[in-house]
């Protein structure tokens, strides 16, 4: 399987934006690039998925790179709810998604 | 109440009992899984089933049993619990098995075999 590689952890200020990065440099052209991310005590919630073009939701916007082999998660504005383990996760297709480690975002007051 | 869930939420349980967690989704989705987060970790998938009657070994079966009678229902059984089975336990349901669908999970259920 495809495999990703992301920072064990970051920290961020509250209201300024956020670049979580996610390499993928084996991904093949029909895997999308999935973002979810996992509140204290909670299961995981989707955050964004794309293929080859930047995507943007209420949440976030996913800025994948042009040979696809990293991705970029961007939240515009963190706030302290947004402090979270965030995965990012190639989907193969083969319906179930792998989860590795993630980024341990700090949202700082 | 629409969605997916889990319970129990917390369980206690001892070495070698039978112990088994439902999972429970309204939405008619085809897909369904388990995984387990041990603390501090990332999720590793135990089953998943894509249809009623049909499920599938993820990365960490052993000891584990499910089965899928109904769309809706998923349960995840340890036939005789050990202390390595200790874990939080997470349900998910997917509308399709293709790689666009959103995953959907439950809020957990924190079991503890002593």
């Known amino acids: 399987d495809a495999k990703t590689t992301q920072p064990n952890s970051m920290e961020s200020n509250e209201e300024e934006p956020v670049h979580l990065p996610c390499n993928h440099s084996t991904i093949s052209g029909t895997d999308y690039i999935h973002w979810y991310r996992q509140l204290p005590s909670q299961g995981p919630e989707y955050v964004i998925h794309g293929l080859t073009s930047n995507v943007n939701n209420r949440m976030a916007s996913l800025a994948i790179a042009e040979d696809r082999k990293s991705s970029t998660l961007i939240l515009h504005r963190a706030t302290l709810r947004d402090a979270a383990v965030y995965y990012c996760i190639l989907d193969t297709g083969r319906r179930a998604l792998t989860f590795g480690s993630g980024t341990r975002l700090q949202v700082q007051p | 109440d629409a969605g997916i869930t889990q319970s129990p939420r917390y369980k206690i349980t001892e070495t070698g009992r039978q112990v088994t967690l439902m999972c429970h989704q309204t939405?008619?989705?085809?897909?369904m899984f388990w995984y387990r987060q041990d603390l501090g970790h990332g999720l590793r998938l135990i089953y998943y089933s894509a249809a009623a009657d049909i499920t599938d070994k993820g990365e960490v079966p052993d000891g584990y049993v499910v089965s899928r009678s109904k769309t809706e229902n998923f349960p995840l059984t340890l036939e005789s619990a050990t202390r390595s089975q200790t874990s939080v336990y997470f349900c998910?349901?997917?509308?399709?098995?293709?790689?666009?669908?959103?995953?959907?999970f439950g809020e957990g259920s924190r079991l503890t075999v002593l």
């Open positions: 939405w008619s989705h085809s897909y």
């Open positions: 998910a349901s997917r509308t399709s098995g293709g790689a666009t669908g959103e995953l959907f």
